[in-house]
DNA sequence: TCTTATACATAAGAAAATTAGGTATACTTT
DNA sequence: AAAGTATACCTAATTTTCTTATGTATAAGA
């Protein structure tokens, strides 16, 4: 992921985050997906997507199916059960962590 | 830092932002204050946060000043004035990423 | 006396990214 | 027709930054 490498695990949990919102994705259609929805503030490299993407499936958390859409290969991804389970587990850590951030970036503002 | 292996170059951003706040603080002083800010979510390991210390003091951002207090030696470290600009320029590239990263994770929010 | 807190530091290893490369098809532009 | 851009997958070497483990040392508290 671009955008100055920031996070570290979040690559993933951005995944689990828009498979969530839709059924089937592909790689490809994921880095258009994330570029789209940040006015082109992040751009997922394929060489963090991919290996992230095997990953997640390894764990057990995605299962994919093949396509052949307009001669080229497309494979798309979905949550199993368990990456849906992990797709919530993960997206409230990272809030939480988030807030947390905030806490320490602007203390001023206190738990609020 | 703890908190599940989240953010990446975060501790480096944590540190000057915390020392814009504060003048001078030691490295045990930041990983107190940090766990104080976020009520224990966050701790930041001694083999993380002294080396980030001392790449920031070799890029310049940052000065030390050694203290012996109660037979105890304490290394204060200060923002310079270079250290001052690139605080400034980190937490809000940090702040953007949030940003960014909300509008991936809560897409309905759109840029709200 | 032993443990905890304070205070610094480094080194080995793991995790996750970047950068760079590779393959291949389809579409658009020159 | 050729060349470039977009689509679509992939891996490998390197870098960065973290965790975990270890080491030194003093002060305070049980």
């Known amino acids: 992921m671009s955008s100055s490498k920031l996070l570290k695990g979040s690559l993933a949990i951005i995944v689990l985050r828009l ?3 839709q059924e089937k994705m592909y790689g490809y259609e994921i880095t258009q997906k994330v570029k789209e929805l940040t006015a082109g503030e992040f ?3 394929e060489g963090a997507l991919y290996p992230t993407l095997h990953k997640l499936e ?3 958390y995605l299962t994919t199916e093949t396509q052949l859409v307009d001669g080229r290969v497309r494979k798309y991804y979905s949550l199993t059960k368990e990456g849906n389970a992990e797709a919530k587990a993960k997206v409230s850590e990272l809030e939480e962590f988030i807030l947390s951030l905030q806490k320490v970036l602007n203390p ?3 738990t609020l």
């Open 43 to 45: 751009k997922i490299t």
């Open 19 to 21: 498979l969530e919102e």
């Open 58 to 60: 390894a764990e057990g």
């Open 108 to 110: 001023k503002l206190g």
